[in-house]
């Protein structure tokens, strides 16, 4: 059984950072992509960010220049770290990740439960 657990969400001012960190765990194979998604309110979820297994990333427009995209391998961990806020951030945001488990071929995705990230004008 494989699971995905984040942490890190949290209220923030605007202008303030915040980290979240993603673990997989379970009998993994191995991880291919990972990356963040994130849904507010009366929204449909969106991509945040995305990282391949080989460290390329990629980002939506409205957060490049403040998110920061990262994993560590060994570890099965992604991390999202967020700089200068703003209150159009406010979102549930969702790990996910392509997974090959042991004894089984091929990759399938993942979700977090998910984290709320609220920021304060």
């Known amino acids: 059984q494989v699971q995905l657990v984040e942490s890190g969400g949290g209220l923030v001012q605007a202008g303030g950072s915040l980290r979240l960190s993603c673990a997989a765990s379970?009998?993994?194979?191995?991880?291919?992509?990972m990356g963040w998604y994130r849904q507010a309110p009366g929204q449909q979820r969106e991509l945040v960010a995305t990282?391949?297994?080989?460290?390329?990333?990629n980002y939506a427009d409205s957060v490049k220049g403040r998110f920061t995209i990262s994993r560590e391998n060994a570890k099965n961990t992604v991390y999202l770290q967020m700089n200068s806020l703003k209150p159009e951030d406010t979102a549930v945001y969702y790990c996910?990740?392509?997974?090959?488990?042991?004894?089984?071929?091929?990759?399938?995705?993942?979700w977090g439960q998910g984290t709320q990230v609220t920021v304060s004008s």
């Open positions: 996910t990740a392509e997974i090959s488990r042991v004894g089984i071929v091929g990759k399938l995705d993942y």
């Open positions: 379970g009998k993994i194979f191995s991880i291919g992509a």
């Open positions: 990282i391949t297994s080989g460290g390329s990333t």
